[in-house]
């Protein structure tokens, strides 16, 4: 049987007669906690006889099993069969500074494995790196997890061996700001789902518009990482975020619900991607998780509302209803300011610690405030729930263990932390309490106790397939790939009902395959890229009765490349993050790329989201090359844009304001390898700059020059340097922040090193 079959099998299984629910553990273990809000993603456990109070420096009686240095960070850890995961710095402060998986023995803190991983192309400092968490796969023990710089793999849990991996940045357009927000993996039956602002290919709705940023979700198949859609909410929207969507059953039908950088309250199918609804909720995005109880939505957030002047807000939303939900909520109480933390249910009472550390007590009927208690200054993290005790970690380090009362709450403990943050969340596992600390993780917990948990609260569950077996979407796999002239790709397409449920993989003999552009595709769905030395895009469009799915692809040739814009009236359909921002304009008689400082929308004629940003044009498997471009720097105000080159994941930037021009790999970190050397730019002069990324045994080479259009090149390298943890491969790109003027580039090519 093939591993397509076997796939089909276990998720029809999923499916069949009454049983059949949404995200189904197929090791439903009620003391793993593989995902960092827990086993039902409600930051609650039916554990007993846990710890009411600890002391940090340990000792007999203390209930302090261990505590690991290593593991201290930003991330909220993950347990799964015995081991603890979690993503942290690696020789943090160093020129080889790195993130990395690690992997420990959950009883003991012992390290397992490690899966170390460069930080690159990326804005975030040093001390946001780990933002995000790893997420277990109870059915194969696999672990995955997503890095600030886009890195996105799979590993055994077992062993940390590699099984696959993505550049969601270089392939997709995945954007990664200065802040750091990452969005937390989430695993559902086959699929695993990341999402982010993505930038990707494709200018018009033909194409999907995935050209104009939006907060997008892209689900790949947790086995093999090919991808099998990408959808999301509105264009533009205002931030990157890091809300952990819910997937759970509202009214019968399975629903991924999440908080949106474009300020709503959302839910998609998780197996299609289609919307089911959304609410607009905030003027800002969104970073708190929502909370699901039932068919009831509850979400916070600490910005400016949609409508009034009130800032902050509690809603609670039906959400077995469809479409545009505004003015449809169950009940919105204002003046919550809660943007961090996520609410929590306790003992059919609504939780909700906002971001000054204040806890609130609500009626979920009515959103009637109940009790108040202050806890500390600040709040990031989200409390836990277990055994009839709320544990939690305030920001600076206040650490308060709760019980509820009838009236309100009792103070079991409270003690601080010195010197320690808390942004990571409390959970537990096997009787054990795990706090992550800036400094550590602790590891609480009574030697003598022997672990039990009540049974896992039941899933609600989804309609049958049988009450509705009428085909209604089609899916043709994979969505986009990026293939060679003449390589070829089996496509596969699948029929799913309007509730997003699968009904079958559709034999080749049932599917109308065609192709719109270049390349062509046999009756068997097997595609062969054309053999034209061009970057050319088309699209794969399979039929199966009424029904209609399509796919992209992207075909790039071998180097060299060469982009004069002579002909043509874009730059090319292929490169990620190219269309929109760049346009083809004569200038002085020739027609170059202009990197504009002003990408109006219909909301925001001066919109500047997007003026800074990266472009890919390539795959990420190259190495060995040299980059070339000719660049003019216009001027407005007084200022002056800044220009860059990407080669292999390092960037040489010319920083105009700053009067440097800068290699490096990750921009913000001063300790990381990086050369630079004085450049003081002239306005509207053409010069050329040139990058090249050698490998030289375990270390990688970058060199780059700069010098005036038309004279000659230079023998010397202007900067260079040597980067004892390099990068070997990468695809070819452009940098450009044209936030104060426009960017000029003509003559582009990549060459293979001589």
Same mark, same amino acid.
């Given at each position: 049987?093939?591993?397509?079959?076997?796939?089909?099998?276990?998720?029809?299984?999923?499916?069949?007669?009454?049983?059949?629910?949404?995200?189904?553990?197929?090791?439903?273990?009620?003391?793993?906690?593989?995902?960092?809000?827990?086993?039902?993603?409600?930051?609650?456990?039916?554990?007993?006889?846990?710890?009411?109070? #600890?002391?940090?420096?340990?000792?007999?009686?203390?209930?302090?099993?261990?505590? !690991?240095?290593?593991?201290?960070?930003?991330?909220?850890?993950?347990?799964?069969?015995?081991?603890?995961?979690?993503?942290?710095?690696?020789?943090?402060?160093?020129?080889?500074?790195?993130?990395?998986?690690?992997?420990?023995?959950?009883?003991?803190?012992?390290?397992?494995?490690?899966?170390?991983?460069?930080?690159?192309?990326?804005?975030?400092?040093?001390?946001?790196?780990?933002?995000?968490?790893?997420?277990?796969?109870?059915?194969?023990?696999?672990?995955?997890?997503?890095?600030?710089?886009?890195?996105?793999?799979? $590993?055994?849990?077992?062993?940390?061996?590699?099984?696959?991996?993505?550049? $969601?940045?270089?392939?997709?357009?995945?954007?990664?700001?200065?802040?750091?927000?990452?969005?937390?993996?989430?695993?559902?039956?086959?699929?695993?789902?990341?999402?982010?602002? =993505?930038? &990707? #290919?494709?200018?018009?709705?033909?194409?999907?518009?995935?050209?104009?940023?939006?907060?997008?979700?892209?689900?790949?198949?947790?086995?093999?990482?090919?991808?099998?859609?990408?959808?999301?909410?509105?264009?533009?929207?205002?931030?990157?975020?890091?809300?952990?969507?819910?997937?759970?059953?509202?009214?019968?039908?399975?629903?991924?619900?999440?908080?949106?950088?474009?300020?709503?309250? #959302?839910?998609?199918?998780?197996?299609?991607?289609? /919307?089911?609804? !959304?609410?607009?909720?905030?003027?800002?995005?969104?970073?708190?998780?929502?909370?699901?109880?039932?068919?009831?939505?509850?979400?916070?957030?600490?910005?400016?509302?949609?409508?009034?002047?009130?800032?902050?807000?509690?809603?609670?939303?039906?959400?077995?209803?469809?479409?545009?939900?505004?003015?449809?909520?169950?009940?919105?109480?204002?003046?919550?300011?809660?943007?961090?933390?996520?609410?929590?249910?306790?003992?059919?009472?609504?939780?909700? =610690?906002?971001?000054?550390?204040?806890? &609130?007590?609500?009626?979920?009927?009515?959103?009637?405030?109940?009790?108040?208690?202050?806890?500390?200054?600040?709040?990031?993290?989200?409390?836990?729930?277990?055994?009839?005790?709320?544990?939690?970690?305030?920001?600076? &380090?206040?650490?308060?263990?709760?019980?509820?009362?009838?009236? &309100?709450?009792?103070?079991?403990?409270?003690?601080?932390?010195?010197?320690?943050?808390?942004?990571?969340?409390?959970?537990?596992?096997?009787?054990?309490?795990?706090?992550?600390?800036?400094?550590?993780?602790?590891?609480?917990?009574?030697?003598?106790?022997?672990?039990?948990?009540?049974?896992?609260?039941?899933?609600?569950?989804?309609?049958?397939?049988?009450?509705?077996?009428?085909?209604?979407?089609?899916? %043709?796999?994979?969505?986009? %790939?990026?293939?060679?002239?003449?390589?070829?790709?089996?496509?596969?397409?699948?029929?799913?009902?309007?509730?997003?449920?699968?009904?079958?993989?559709?034999?080749?003999? @049932?599917?109308?395959?065609?192709? @719109?552009?270049?390349?062509?595709?046999?009756?068997?769905?097997?595609?062969?890229?054309?053999?034209?030395?061009?970057?050319?895009?088309?699209?794969?469009?399979? *039929?199966?009765? @009424?029904?209609?799915?399509?796919?992209?692809?992207?075909?790039?040739?071998?180097?060299?490349?060469?982009?004069?814009?002579?002909?043509?009236?874009?730059?090319?359909?292929?490169?990620?993050?190219? *269309?929109?921002?760049?346009?083809?304009?004569?200038?002085?008689?020739?027609?170059?790329?202009?990197?504009?400082?002003?990408?109006?929308?219909? /909301?925001?004629?001066? !919109?500047?989201?997007?003026?800074?940003?990266?472009?890919?044009?390539?795959?990420?498997?190259?190495?060995?090359?040299?980059?070339?471009?000719?660049?003019? $720097?216009?001027?407005?105000?007084?200022?002056?844009?800044?220009?860059?080159?990407?080669?292999?994941?390092?960037?040489?930037?010319?920083?105009?304001?700053?009067?440097?021009?800068?290699?490096?790999?990750?921009?913000?970190?001063?300790?990381?390898?990086?050369?630079?050397?004085?450049?003081?730019?002239?306005?509207?002069?053409?010069?050329?700059?040139?990058?090249?990324?050698?490998?030289?045994?375990?270390?990688? =080479?970058?060199?780059?020059?700069?010098?005036?259009?038309?004279?000659?090149?230079?023998?010397?390298?202007?900067?260079?340097?040597?980067?004892?943890?390099?990068?070997?491969?990468?695809?070819?790109?452009?940098?450009?922040?044209?936030?104060?003027?426009?960017?000029? %580039?003509?003559?582009?090519?990549?060459?293979?090193?001589?």
């Amino acid at each position: 049987m093939t591993r397509t079959a076997c796939r089909l099998l276990l998720v029809l299984h999923l499916f069949a007669g009454s049983t059949a629910h949404a995200n189904q553990s197929y090791a439903d273990s009620a003391m793993d906690w593989p995902n960092w809000r827990g086993p039902r993603q409600n930051n609650s456990s039916t554990e007993k006889g846990l710890i009411d109070h #600890w002391d940090p420096n340990g000792g007999p009686g203390s209930n302090l099993l261990w505590k !690991n240095e290593e593991l201290g960070g930003r991330s909220t850890p993950i347990v799964m069969r015995g081991k603890l995961f979690t993503i942290v710095r690696d020789q943090p402060g160093t020129p080889t500074e790195a993130a990395k998986v690690v992997c420990v023995d959950a009883a003991s803190g012992e390290k397992l494995w490690q899966h170390r991983f460069n930080v690159y192309l990326s804005d975030v400092p040093d001390t946001r790196v780990g933002w995000s968490c790893c997420a277990g796969d109870p059915e194969t023990g696999r672990i995955y997890a997503q890095s600030v710089s886009g890195y996105f793999c799979c $590993l055994e849990g077992d062993t940390g061996k590699l099984v696959w991996q993505r550049s $969601l940045h270089e392939e997709f357009g995945l954007l990664s700001t200065y802040g750091g927000r990452t969005n937390v993996p989430l695993v559902f039956e086959d699929l695993i789902l990341v999402s982010g602002v =993505v930038i &990707g #290919w494709g200018d018009s709705p033909d194409w999907g518009s995935l050209a104009k940023p939006a907060h997008r979700f892209l689900a790949f198949d947790k086995f093999t990482g090919e991808l099998r859609w990408i959808n999301g909410t509105n264009i533009s929207p205002y931030d990157t975020t890091y809300s952990t969507p819910t997937i759970t059953t509202l009214g019968g039908q399975a629903a991924m619900v999440f908080a949106s950088g474009d300020g709503g309250l #959302w839910a998609l199918q998780p197996r299609t991607g289609k /919307r089911l609804w !959304n609410y607009p909720f905030s003027r800002r995005g969104i970073n708190v998780s929502p909370l699901v109880v039932g068919n009831t939505v509850y979400l916070s957030h600490g910005e400016e509302n949609v409508v009034g002047s009130a800032m902050g807000s509690l809603v609670a939303i039906d959400g077995t209803q469809s479409g545009n939900l505004t003015g449809k909520e169950n009940w919105q109480t204002f003046q919550v300011m809660a943007g961090k933390s996520s609410p929590i249910m306790v003992d059919g009472k609504l939780w909700v =610690v906002s971001d000054g550390a204040k806890l &609130g007590i609500f009626d979920p009927t009515t959103g009637e405030q109940i009790a108040r208690k202050a806890l500390g200054r600040t709040m990031r993290s989200t409390p836990l729930y277990a055994d009839g005790k709320v544990y939690l970690c305030t920001n600076e &380090g206040v650490w308060v263990i709760l019980q509820p009362t009838d009236s &309100g709450v009792k103070v079991l403990q409270k003690l601080r932390l010195p010197g320690e943050a808390s942004d990571g969340s409390p959970i537990v596992s096997l009787g054990r309490i795990y706090l992550p600390t800036s400094r550590a993780i602790y590891c609480l917990g009574d030697e003598s106790h022997n672990p039990s948990a009540e049974p896992l609260p039941t899933l609600p569950k989804e309609t049958p397939v049988a009450e509705d077996p009428a085909p209604a979407q089609l899916q %043709i796999v994979p969505y986009d %790939i990026l293939l060679k002239p003449g390589q070829q790709q089996k496509y596969l397409a699948r029929v799913f009902n309007a509730r997003g449920q699968l009904l079958r993989e559709v034999p080749a003999s @049932e599917v109308a395959f065609q192709v @719109e552009g270049p390349g062509s595709i046999s009756a068997e769905g097997n595609y062969t890229a054309s053999n034209h030395n061009a970057h050319e895009a088309a699209r794969v469009v399979c *039929r199966v009765g @009424e029904l209609q799915g399509t796919a992209r692809v992207r075909i790039v040739p071998p180097l060299p490349w060469e982009f004069d814009f002579y002909t043509g009236d874009k730059v090319p359909l292929t490169w990620v993050g190219g *269309r929109v921002r760049y346009v083809l304009r004569e200038v002085d008689g020739e027609k170059i790329a202009v990197k504009r400082d002003v990408l109006p929308t219909p /909301r925001n004629p001066h !919109n500047k989201l997007g003026t800074r940003s990266r472009l890919w044009m390539g795959p990420i498997d190259l190495s060995n090359y040299t980059i070339q471009a000719d660049v003019k $720097l216009t001027e407005k105000n007084g200022k002056l844009p800044d220009i860059g080159l990407i080669n292999s994941r390092y960037t040489m930037t010319v920083r105009s304001m700053n009067r440097k021009l800068r290699i490096y790999s990750w921009s913000p970190h001063d300790t990381r390898a990086f050369a630079e050397v004085e450049y003081a730019p002239s306005p509207n002069t053409w010069v050329t700059m040139k990058l090249r990324v050698e490998s030289d045994g375990d270390q990688a =080479v970058v060199r780059g020059k700069l010098w005036q259009r038309g004279h000659e090149e230079p023998d010397e390298w202007t900067v260079s340097m040597v980067d004892p943890s390099p990068n070997l491969f990468g695809s070819p790109g452009l940098y450009g922040n044209a936030q104060e003027a426009e960017i000029h %580039i003509d003559n582009i090519s990549v060459t293979p090193n001589q």
